[in-house]
């Protein structure tokens, strides 16, 4: 299987990255408390302060503002990568494009077709060592969740994280999920698949379906493609503004059915010298697992972490400390005010 070495050193990440966005609309809450009307209805976050030019009413202003980051990148879970391990091996390059639109929803899997994909892709992402994987999200817009890696538990754990909603544009842009995929791959010199799950018809994004697939096949990647719902289709549960359960409808008001485009997916399959398979269970993955593994393999550098060091409670404990000195601030000048 190839040589081994140590890479060594200490690389700090975030569980979720995203989190750490938040942070930007900390100076936004500030300046629009410092420079609010008489009158507006004042931010939930520091409703308590009357907020005055002065250096004193200043003080607490920043020590909730510098709790409220401390607080989020908590929440980001900063954690340190111990030391990490290149591995050479001959293996696939393979990136999974998943669909996490709103018709993922519907019921004709149990609990629904997002849960049921997820536990088969996470089972086939647990299982996978013939070399790196990828993880793209798409729903209206798709977007890289994982880099290649050959590290099959951090791919559980983002793929346990995706749903429905979890891409804020709702539609299907399977062209653009495609595309994305492609721009994963740094190395031509490799064997490359896409395994693309979705249970729609591309009705979103920039990239049609096939001028996609043409662009994977002109790269000699081979994309396998699954639908994902039952052949008559099913409808799509809706939750009202009490929690009550409905069905999507259209302009008509007739129940919409989520059918899968099965025309356009064996039709994407068969430019790049894949397959197309209908998801009824988890047959489907198995199968594309034995042709990957029958697949030419080349080598390729693996890297997987040894271990991490959890950092959430350094900035958690400041966060709080913060929070605390700023209420307590607010609390002696509240007594001196009176």
């Given at each position: 299987?190839?040589?081994?070495?140590?890479?060594?050193?200490?690389?700090?990440?975030?569980?979720?990255?995203?989190?750490?966005?938040?942070?930007?609309?900390?100076?936004?809450?500030?300046?629009?408390?410092?420079?609010?009307?008489?009158?507006?209805?004042?931010?939930?976050?520091?409703?308590?302060?009357?907020?005055?030019?002065?250096?004193?009413?200043?003080?607490?202003?920043?020590?909730?503002?510098?709790?409220?980051?401390?607080?989020?990148?908590?929440?980001?879970?900063?954690?340190?990568?111990i030391g990490d391990e290149e591995k050479k091996m001959l293996g696939v390059d393979v990136a999974l494009a998943i669909d996490c639109s709103g018709s993922m929803r519907a019921e004709d899997f149990k609990p629904n077709r997002m849960e049921a994909a997820k536990t088969r892709v996470k089972e086939f992402a647990g299982k996978f060592n013939m070399g790196r994987m990828a993880l793209v999200a798409f729903a209206g817009r798709a977007f890289t969740q994982a880099p290649l890696t050959a590290d099959g538990g951090i791919?559980?754990?983002?793929?346990?994280?995706?749903?429905?909603?979890?891409v804020a544009i709702d539609g299907t842009a399977i062209g653009d999920a495609v595309v994305a995929c492609i721009a994963k791959f740094?190395?031509?010199?490799?064997?490359?698949?896409?395994?693309?799950?979705?249970?729609?018809?591309?009705?979103a994004g920039s990239v049609d379906p096939i001028s996609a697939a043409r662009a994977a096949q002109s790269k000699g990647i081979k994309i396998?493609?699954?639908?994902?719902?039952?052949?008559?289709?099913?409808?799509?549960?809706?939750?009202?503004?009490?929690?009550?359960?409905?069905?999507?409808?259209?302009?008509n008001g007739n129940v919409v059915l989520a059918k899968v485009d099965e025309e356009t997916l064996k039709a994407m399959a068969d430019i790049t010298g894949g397959q197309y398979f209908r998801a009824t269970d988890?047959?489907?993955l198995k199968d594309i697992y034995e042709k990957i593994a029958r697949m030419e393999k080349k080598e390729i550098v693996v890297r997987k972490i040894k271990g991490y060091r959890e950092l959430f409670p350094y900035p958690a404990g400041a966060g709080l400390l913060l929070l605390l000195t700023g209420a307590a601030f607010l609390a002696g000048r509240s007594r001196v005010l009176s």
């Open positions: 299987s190839g040589a081994r070495r140590a890479t060594g050193g200490i690389k700090m990440e975030f569980f979720w990255p995203s989190i750490i966005w938040l942070t930007l609309a900390v100076p936004v809450l500030v300046y629009l408390k410092l420079h609010k009307k008489p009158g507006a209805v004042p931010l939930p976050a520091l409703s308590s302060l009357k907020v005055k030019k002065s250096r004193l009413n200043l003080v607490p202003i920043a020590l909730l503002s510098l709790a409220l980051v401390c607080l989020i990148i908590a929440a980001a879970r900063p954690r340190i990568a791919l559980q754990g983002l793929i346990d994280q995706l749903d429905v909603g979890s740094k190395d031509d010199s490799v064997s490359r698949v896409i395994i693309l799950l979705t249970d729609g018809e591309n009705n396998y493609a699954i639908g994902v719902g039952t052949p008559t289709g099913a409808k799509i549960p809706m939750a009202g503004p009490m929690g009550q359960k409905y069905y999507l409808t259209d302009e988890g047959a489907a």
